[in-house]
């Protein structure tokens, strides 16, 4: 089993900076994949961020020049540098961790952080 563990999350003006956390902790392998996702009310969870096995990271194009994911793969911390945010990035932030077998993927959640930008 694998627990995740947020934090970082908050209310912050258009422009504004936030840093969000996770912590992973268990049976987390070497071949993995850490991210981070977010909901807005009434659409589909969407890919933010990952990074790959602590080296390659992969961005969606909303978030690009502005958001920056990173690992310390001592701690099994990923973190999300979000900078100029603006009121369509307002979401609940969720960590994702992807444990890679050769059977298939193995998803772990966090509990959701709200991220609210304000106008």
């Known amino acids: 089993q694998v627990q995740l563990v947020e934090s970082g999350g908050g209310l912050v003006q258009f422009g504004g900076s936030l840093r969000l956390s996770c912590a992973a902790s268990?049976?987390?392998?070497?071949?993995?994949?850490m991210g981070w996702y977010r909901q807005a009310p009434g659409k589909q969870r969407e890919l933010v961020a990952a990074?790959?096995?602590?080296?390659?990271?992969n961005y969606a194009d909303s978030v690009k020049g502005r958001f920056t994911i990173s690992g310390d793969t001592a701690k099994n911390t990923v973190y999300l540098q979000m900078n100029n945010l603006k009121p369509e990035d307002t979401a609940v932030y969720y960590c994702n961790l992807v444990n890679w077998r050769s059977s298939g993927r193995y998803d772990y959640w966090g509990q959701g952080t709200q991220v609210t930008v304000s106008s």
């Open positions: 990074i790959i096995s602590g080296i390659s990271t």
């Open positions: 268990g049976s987390i392998f070497s071949k993995n994949t």
